[in-house]
C-alpha cells in the first residue's frame, strides 16, 4: 500500500502512485526557485487551480493558472522571470 504525504490518498500500485504524485498539490505550496533564489508560497484559486504572478509581460494581467505547482514552476523556468507576488499588482498580498 501507497500512501500520498500531502493528501493521504492509498494506492495499491507503485505506478498509480507515482503518477499521483505528479500531479497531488495541497491547497497551499512553497518552494525556492532556483533562477532567482527566491522562496514562493502559492496558494490555490477558487477552481483549484495556482496562478502566476511572475513578471513575464503574460502574467499576472492574463491570470495564467496550473492545475499543479510543477506546472507553475516549468512556466517559471522557461520564461526566466522573477516571483512578484500579488502586492506588486495592486492587491493585498497573503503570502507575505
Known amino acids: 500500500m501507497f500512501v500520498c504525504k500531502k493528501c493521504s490518498s492509498q494506492f495499491q500500485a507503485k505506478i498509480d502512485y507515482d503518477a499521483h504524485r505528479k500531479t497531488c498539490s495541497t491547497q497551499v ?17 477558487d477552481e483549484g487551480n495556482f496562478e502566476c504572478y ?16 510543477e506546472n507553475l514552476k516549468r512556466h517559471l523556468k ?14 493585498i498580498s497573503i503570502y507575505a
Open 54 to 69: 511572475c513578471s513575464d509581460a503574460r502574467c499576472p494581467d492574463k491570470k495564467k493558472a496550473y492545475k499543479n505547482i
Open 78 to 91: 522557461k520564461v526566466k522571470s522573477h516571483w512578484i507576488g500579488l502586492s506588486k499588482v495592486g492587491l
Open 29 to 45: 505550496e512553497t518552494f525556492v526557485f532556483k533562477l532567482t533564489n527566491q522562496k514562493i508560497t502559492v496558494q490555490k484559486n
